[in-house]
C-alpha cells in the first residue's frame, strides 16, 4: 500500500516543467535574427537582477534587443501560453469533452469580430491600442452571448451548442466586414493566425492580472475538477456542487482566454495539445494537469515564437501555423507511444 | 431510530408523477430492498433519498429533517452507488475511493492523512489493496462493483442505497457482493436500501421488500409475503412458481402454454 500514493503533483514534474519554461525562455532571449552570444546574453539577464553588475559584453543597442524586444516577447509567450493551455484543460475537465478548447464558447469568433471591427474603424495597417481592446471586448460578449443563450438550461451540452451557434454567427459577420473593407484584409489576417511580434511590456501588464487571477482560481480546483469526472449526479451525491464549479471556472477560463487572444490575436491547438500531452505524460488528475499545462503551454510557445521568428528570417511565421506545424506530429507521436492509452 | 422515513414523497418530472405520494420506513440496520418492474419507480425512490432529485412531501434520515441537511452533510449520512457509476478514463482505484472522503474536505483543500487512513482501512477490508494502484478501466465486473462500494464506504455513511448492484455480475459476482454487503451490514451496523431486478436473491438477503408498480407501493412486507404468485403475476405480468427456499422464496418463471 505505501507504494501507491493518491494523485497529485509529483516533485519531479514540477521541476521538468519549472526547467522547461527557463530553457524555453533562456531560449527566446538568447537566440533570434540578431546573432548574440548566449554566454553574454546570460550576464546581460544577471544585470537586470537588483543589487547585481556585471558587464556582458554587449553593446548599448544589443543590450536593449534582449531586454527591450526579446525580455517583454518572452514573457508575452509564457503568461499566453500559460493561459491558453490552462484553459484548454479546464474546458476539457468541465465539460467532461477531451477535444473542448478555450474557443468552444465562441470566444475567438467574437475576439475575431472585435479585431476586424476595430482595425476597420482605425483603417490603420499597425496595430494599434485599440484592438486588444475591441478584441477583449468582442471575446466577453461572445461567451456573455454563450451563456444567455445556451446556460440557462444548465447542461454542458446546450452551452457548447450555443457556442458553436454564436461562434459561427459572429465569424459570418466578421468574414463580411473583412471583405467589405478590403485593405484591412492583410491585418486581420495576421491577426487572426496569431502573433506575439507587436509584444511590449504594455501587452504583458495587460495580460499579468487575468493569468494570475483565473490561474489561481483554477489550479485550487484541481482537486474538485476530479470530483466532476464521474459526473454531475454522483458528484453531488458526494456532497460537491458541480453547477457552481462549472460555472466558475468557465468564467475564469474564458475570461483569461479573452485578455490573452486580445494580445496575441487566435494561437490555435495550444489549449488541446499541452494539456493532453500532460495527461498522457503526467497522469490524468486535474491536480497535475492544470498546473504542468500552464509551465509546459508557457514554454511550448516561446519556443514555438521563437522557431516563428528564427527558421525564415528575416520573415516570421505566424506563431499559430508553427504551434500547429510542429504540434501536431509531435501530438501524434505522444499519442502513439503513450502506454496510458492502452 | 429509523434510518429513513417518507411520508407522503411524491416525485414528478415533466409533468409526470414518477413516484405517487409514499409512505415508507426503513428501521436503522435494516435491509429493505425495493423491486417492481421496469419504470415503476424504483430508482426514482432512490435518488429521491438520495436528495438528486426534487421531491415533494417530507423525509428524515436518522430522525432528522432531510430538507435542511446541506449537500456535505448529506454525504455523510447516506452514500450512493448508482446503478452503473462512471468510470473516470485513467483514474486509479486508490484516488477512486478517496472520492468517497468529498464531504470530509474542505472544498478547495486536499485529502489529509486521516482520509487516506480511512481509504486504506476500506481497501484491505474489501482485498482490494492490491488494486490501489491499478487504472479502474483495467478492472474486471466484480472487481469493480467492489471498488464502486469501496467509494461509497469511504463516505463513512451508515445508510447505504444501491441501485441494481449486481445487474452486471454473474450470478457467482452477484453472491459475493451481496454477502459481502451483508457482512457490511453487520460488522458496522449498516442500512441497506436497495433496488434488485433478480427477485429470488433479492428475496433470500432482504429483511423487507417493497413491491413498486406504476409509481405506487402495492405490498410490502418480509419476502415471503412480497413474492407471491398472486402479486408477481398482477403487476408483472409474468407467469412465476414460487418455491420454499431455505432462505427464502424462490421465483421461478415459466413459460406460457
Same mark, same amino acid.
Not at chain 2, 413516484?19 to 423491486?35: A, F, K, M, Q, Y
Not at chain 2, 425512490?45 to 436518522?62: D, E, I, N, Q, S
Not at chain 2, 452503473?84 to 478517496?98: C, F, H, I, K, S
Not at chain 2, 478501466?137 to 472487481?143: A, P
Given at each position: 500500500m505505501t507504494a501507491t500514493r493518491p494523485a497529485g503533483l509529483r516533485p519531479r514534474w514540477l521541476l521538468a516543467g519549472v526547467a522547461a519554461v527557463l530553457v524555453a525562455a533562456f531560449a527566446g532571449l538568447a537566440f533570434g535574427p540578431v546573432r548574440l552570444n548566449p554566454l553574454a546574453v546570460g550576464a546581460q539577464l544577471f544585470d537586470l537582477v537588483p543589487g547585481v553588475s556585471v558587464h556582458s559584453g554587449l553593446s548599448e543597442r544589443e543590450a536593449a534587443i534582449v531586454t527591450e524586444l526579446r525580455l517583454p516577447r518572452v514573457c508575452l509567450g509564457l503568461l499566453v501560453g500559460a493561459m491558453l493551455a490552462l484553459a484548454g484543460g479546464t474546458y476539457q475537465g468541465v465539460f467532461t469533452n477531451p477535444l473542448a478548447d478555450p474557443y468552444l464558447l465562441g470566444v475567438a469568433a467574437g475576439a475575431g469580430l472585435g479585431a476586424t471591427v476595430a482595425f476597420v474603424l482605425t483603417h490603420s495597417f499597425t496595430a494599434t491600442s485599440a484592438v486588444p481592446v475591441a478584441a477583449f471586448v468582442g471575446a466577453l460578449g461572445a461567451v456573455g452571448l454563450t451563456y444567455g443563450l445556451g446556460g440557462r438550461y444548465r447542461t454542458p451540452a446546450t452551452l457548447v451548442l450555443a457556442g458553436v451557434a454564436v461562434g459561427s454567427f459572429l465569424t459570418a459577420g466578421q468574414s463580411f466586414l473583412q471583405q467589405r473593407y478590403v485593405d484591412t484584409i492583410r491585418e486581420v489576417y495576421s491577426w487572426i493566425l496569431g502573433r506575439l511580434s507587436t509584444a511590449g511590456w504594455h501587452d504583458v501588464l495587460l495580460l499579468l492580472p487575468y493569468v494570475v487571477v483565473a490561474g489561481t482560481v483554477i489550479v485550487a480546483h484541481g482537486r474538485a475538477l476530479d470530483v466532476l469526472s464521474v459526473g454531475d449526479e454522483e458528484a453531488r451525491s458526494l456532497g460537491a456542487h458541480p453547477v457552481r464549479t462549472r460555472y466558475l471556472l468557465i468564467v475564469a477560463a474564458s475570461l483569461g482566454t479573452a485578455a490573452a487572444v486580445s494580445v496575441s490575436g487566435l494561437i490555435g491547438f495550444v489549449g488541446i495539445i499541452v494539456p493532453h500531452t500532460v495527461r498522457l505524460l503526467a497522469g490524468a488528475s486535474y491536480r497535475v494537469i492544470l498546473p504542468l499545462s500552464m509551465l509546459f503551454g508557457g514554454a511550448f510557445l516561446t519556443l514555438a515564437d521563437l522557431a516563428g521568428r528564427t527558421l525564415l528570417t528575416p520573415n516570421e511565421i505566424p506563431i499559430g501555423v508553427v504551434t500547429a506545424f510542429f504540434g501536431a506530429p509531435f501530438f501524434i507521436l505522444v499519442l502513439r507511444t503513450s502506454r496510458r492509452l492502452r | 431510530?429509523?434510518?429513513?422515513?417518507?411520508?407522503?414523497?411524491?416525485?414528478? /418530472?415533466?409533468?409526470?408523477? /414518477?413516484?405517487?405520494?409514499?409512505?415508507?420506513?426503513?428501521?436503522? @440496520?435494516?435491509?429493505?430492498?425495493? /423491486?417492481?418492474?421496469?419504470?415503476? @419507480?424504483?430508482?426514482?425512490?432512490?435518488?429521491?433519498?438520495?436528495?438528486?432529485?426534487?421531491?415533494?412531501?417530507?423525509?428524515?434520515?436518522?430522525?432528522?429533517?432531510?430538507? !435542511?441537511?446541506?449537500?456535505?452533510?448529506?454525504?455523510?449520512?447516506?452514500?450512493?452507488?448508482?446503478?452503473?457509476?462512471?468510470?473516470?478514463?485513467?483514474?486509479?482505484?486508490?484516488?477512486?475511493?478517496?472520492?468517497?472522503?468529498?464531504?470530509? /474536505?474542505?472544498?478547495?483543500?486536499?485529502?489529509?492523512?486521516?482520509?487516506?487512513?480511512?481509504?486504506?482501512?476500506?481497501?484491505?477490508?474489501?482485498?482490494?489493496? @492490491?488494486?490501489?494502484?491499478?487504472?479502474?478501466?483495467?478492472?474486471? !465486473?466484480?472487481?469493480?462493483?467492489?471498488?464502486?462500494?469501496?467509494?461509497?464506504?469511504?463516505? !463513512?455513511?451508515t445508510l447505504l442505497l444501491l441501485d441494481e448492484p449486481t445487474t452486471a455480475l454473474d450470478i457467482g459476482h452477484q453472491q459475493d457482493v451481496l454477502e459481502l454487503v451483508d457482512q457490511l451490514r453487520r460488522d458496522r451496523g449498516l442500512t441497506v436500501l436497495s433496488t434488485m431486478h433478480d427477485l429470488s436473491i433479492a428475496g433470500e438477503y432482504a429483511d423487507r421488500m417493497v413491491l413498486l408498480a406504476q409509481g405506487r407501493v402495492v405490498a410490502t412486507g418480509p419476502p415471503r409475503a412480497v413474492l407471491t404468485e398472486a402479486l408477481l403475476g398482477e403487476h408483472y405480468r409474468a407467469r412465476v412458481r414460487v418455491l420454499d427456499g431455505a432462505q427464502g422464496p424462490l421465483v421461478v418463471p415459466i413459460r406460457p402454454s
Open positions: - | 431510530m429509523s434510518a429513513v422515513t417518507l411520508s407522503g414523497l411524491s416525485v414528478t /418530472i415533466d409533468g409526470h408523477e /414518477i413516484l405517487r405520494p409514499t409512505d415508507l420506513t426503513v428501521e436503522s @440496520g435494516e435491509w429493505v430492498t425495493v /423491486i417492481g418492474p421496469n419504470g415503476a @419507480g424504483k430508482s426514482t425512490l432512490l435518488r429521491a433519498v438520495g436528495g438528486l432529485v426534487r421531491y415533494a412531501g417530507a423525509m428524515t434520515l436518522f430522525d432528522r429533517p432531510a430538507a !435542511g441537511l446541506k449537500r456535505r452533510d448529506r454525504a455523510r449520512l447516506l452514500a450512493t452507488v448508482p446503478q452503473t457509476p462512471a468510470v473516470p478514463p485513467g483514474m486509479a482505484v486508490l484516488d477512486y475511493v478517496l472520492l468517497g472522503r468529498t464531504p470530509y /474536505i474542505p472544498p478547495l483543500g486536499r485529502e489529509s492523512p486521516a482520509d487516506l487512513a480511512a481509504v486504506e482501512a476500506v481497501l484491505a477490508r474489501l482485498d482490494l489493496a @492490491g488494486f490501489a494502484g491499478r487504472r479502474l478501466e483495467s478492472l474486471s !465486473g466484480g472487481e469493480r462493483q467492489r471498488v464502486f462500494l469501496a467509494r461509497a464506504l469511504a463516505q !463513512g455513511a
